[in-house]
């Protein structure tokens, strides 16, 4: 193995590898180093998104809806099924085999783009070295010119209540569950907790969500956080806000939780627990004594705005800097630098990073809420299209939700897209797009959009911001 390169990765990640892929297409001699172990013992790139995030939540989150639309949604179009019944086992496989085919295609992007792949623990030394532990054990000191440090995050533990692994669980291990619970609690109404509580919903499981905070969903604009808590409920999900957790005792039936809410000390009893309550910057053994890499009160890597960490050549990207924890994000940092590294002009625009919540109807937006433009003081201008009033949403039996667009008033900047409904992870993007092209709503407007399609509901929610949508009426 050869010890100098251009670029050392440490982290094979969302952020990690496709940092190191695109040092490769620069041509640059690089190398990407990851100790990511599946459960089976295996090595796998990929990080927390491949392995045990994005992907296998959303091949659960597809089994579950399938299973949910077979129960309650078949019948209205003319289809009888029967009972149906889940074949946990089955499901499970399908989600390994999603998880290892997106693995191990990373194996084949590394080789056609002339990354070196390296499973073992990465450590940064002073003077910009690394020190590579192999799976066998064995130290070698690597040197590189420049170091991508991409070591991501892990879940946050409740320390009245530390995870186990059977009874007590964080996301992953919620995710590989061999049974459906009869009774689950999900600690934390955030992503996590909304997505894998509404799998284990369809699935079955009675499921109770615990949230500390008093309001639902507050990063999500307004109108759309009070939807989403209607169709949570209507799925079953028993949400119950300001719920503090204090303790939890276990045996062997189960586990019995202590929170406390407005009413006082309350007690819940559940087969299993998730906790879902946020995910900390992972940088245990990252760094040598005497890099200067610094890291803040929370735990982040401290970088700038290119995901320069202040030591020269030494960058930082992913979960493990500030910003939100999201693939995406720490893709386009990745890309970003190893174009810097280059010699090329890159930039991520942190304005239009999108968020989607993969749930039933899926929720999606880019830039600011409703409440954060009143809050800066800008004139606005709101328009809102229902999918009940979508010709494609009604044949897809998906009527839930609406598109809304907050624009400013002076010149017509789309400042946030906001959507909850079928597909709008899918649909968030033509927003995205304009949003980074500082297209105004009457682009939008002009914008031609084929009928009959759900992204007419964006289009006509431009339109309503001028009060002139045709398939609604303007209020
Ligand atoms: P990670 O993916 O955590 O990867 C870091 C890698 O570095 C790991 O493989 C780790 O083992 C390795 N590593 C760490 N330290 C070292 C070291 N010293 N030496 C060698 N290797 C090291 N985001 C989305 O955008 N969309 C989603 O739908 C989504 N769903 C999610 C669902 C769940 C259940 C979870 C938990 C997360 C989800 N996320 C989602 C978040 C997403 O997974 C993270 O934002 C993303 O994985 C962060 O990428 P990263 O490369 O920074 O870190
Ligand atoms: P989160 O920050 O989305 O939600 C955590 C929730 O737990 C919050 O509502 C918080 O108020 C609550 N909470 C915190 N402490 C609590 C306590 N002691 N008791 C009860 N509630 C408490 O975090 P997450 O859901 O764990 O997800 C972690 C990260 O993974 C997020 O940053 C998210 O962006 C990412 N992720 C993204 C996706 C996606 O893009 N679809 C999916 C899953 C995860």
Known sequence: MSSEYDVIVIGGGPAGYPAAIRAGQ??????CIDEWVNKDGSYAFGGTCLNAGCIPSKALLESSELVHRAQHEFAV????????SVDVATMQKR???IVKASTQGIN????????????GHGKLLKGNKVEFTGKDGKKEELTAKHVILASGSSPTELKSMPFDGKQIVDSWGALEFDAVPKRLCVVGAGVIGLELGSVWRRLGSEVVVLEALDTFLPAADGAVSKEALKHFKKLGLDIRLGAKVSGADK???GVKLKYTDAKGEQTLEVDKVVVAIGRRPFTNGLLGEGTGVQIDER???????DCKTGVA???AVGDVVRGPMLAHKGKEEGVMVADLIAGKIAEVNYKTIPSVIYTAPEIAWVGQTEEE???????YKVGSFPFLASGRARAMEATAGFAKIVAATDDDEILGVHIIGPMAGELIAEAVLAMEYSASTEDLQRTIHAHPTLSEAVHEAALAADKIAIDFPNR
Do not use: Y
Not at 77 to 84: A, C, E, L, P, S
């Open 26 to 31: 620069n041509k640059l001699k690089v190398a």
């Open 77 to 84: 179009h003319g289809i009888k099924v029967g009972d149906v």
């Open 95 to 97: 989600r390994a085999g």
């Open 108 to 119: 084949a992007l590394f080789k056609a783009a002339g990354v070196t792949g390296l499973q």
């Open 251 to 253: 045996s062997a039936s």
């Open 299 to 305: 735990g982040f890597i401290k970088v700038d705005h």
């Open 313 to 315: 050549n030494v960058w």
């Open 373 to 379: 433009v009143k809050k800066s003081g800008r004139a």
